[in-house]
């Protein structure tokens, strides 16, 4: 089970490397950090809006949070087989 919460937070980190690699490359895009696909695949770029950030740090708070979900998911997944 540890590992696929590790598998979990390992998507996280990728999601998240492939949008800053997006954000870095097409510049300061206003409209992307208000997409829905950006609001489901990275759940915490709402603070983003509040307090600036680094790209490295929502890289991290994005792995932590699928993390999270992971650990949420992974003993409902195995008590419902």
Known sequence: MMKRIGLWAFAGFGVAVV????AATIGP???????ALVALTVPLSWIGHR???TYYEVILM???TYALIGLITEPLWH???
């Not at 949008?19 to 997006?22: G, N, P």
């Not at 895009?29 to 997409?35: I, T």
């Open 19 to 22: 949008w800053a690699f997006i």
């Open 29 to 35: 895009h206003y409209n992307l950090g208000q997409s």
């Open 51 to 53: 307090v600036p950030m």
């Open 62 to 64: 994005n792995a932590a």
């Open 79 to 81: 008590r419902h087989r």
